[in-house]
């Protein structure tokens, strides 16, 4: 797969041929570990779909867009509407966080039993502790970090500078080039 860097020392633009066999290597080293143990109860979780992850970037890109947006009318002092506003855009930021976590349970196991209905689940959710919303958060960042590729060495042919490139698996990275 080609990829385009900057380098970061001389500004060049440079292409680079990243071997997806050494990505696959890593990836099939990884484990998904799809279980939190919060005390008597175990939530399974599973990944994120692609369309799902799409999603939640697409609407979390246009609320800090919105909160750019404001905190540059802050400045112009209309601070009553921005205040206002702020509040609604980390309500929305927090009730995607929530829907984030119902899509990512899968079940839940209880000493009586697995529970699959998603009702109850979202509920059981929506009354939670704050301990509970950290652990999940804890493992999601920890499996996606996971399964987040290793930055590629390259070097840069005209200046010869040593950097890092970052490589994130979507659709532009294999079919189309920036």
């Not at 209905?117 to 502790?129: M, Q």
């Not at 704050?130 to 804890?138: D, G, Q, R, T, V």
């Not at 290793?150 to 200046?159: G, L, M, Y």
């Amino acid at each position: 797969m080609d990829v385009s860097h900057r380098c970061p020392n001389c500004q060049s633009i440079n292409d680079y041929e990243i071997d997806l066999s050494k990505v696959l290597e890593y990836l099939s080293c990884q484990k998904y570990d799809n279980k939190i143990d919060c005390g008597q109860l175990k939530i399974i979780i599973r990944p994120l779909r692609y369309e799902e992850i799409t999603h939640f970037n697409i609407e979390n890109f246009k609320l800090q867009k919105m909160l750019s947006q404001l905190s540059r009318l802050e400045t112009q002092g209309d601070d009553n509407g921005t205040i206002k506003a702020q509040t609604e855009i980390y309500e929305k930021i927090a009730n995607m966080q929530l829907s984030l976590f119902e899509v990512s349970i899968e079940h839940i196991e209880t000493p009586e039993g697995a529970v699959h209905d998603k009702e109850f689940i979202n509920e059981w959710i929506k009354n939670s502790d704050k301990e509970f919303f950290k652990n999940i958060k804890l493992k999601l960042e920890k499996n996606k970090q996971q399964w987040d590729l290793p930055n590629q060495d390259v070097i840069c042919p005209e200046c010869k500078h040593h950097s890092k490139i970052v490589i994130t698996m979507d659709q532009s990275s294999f079919f189309g080039k920036n």
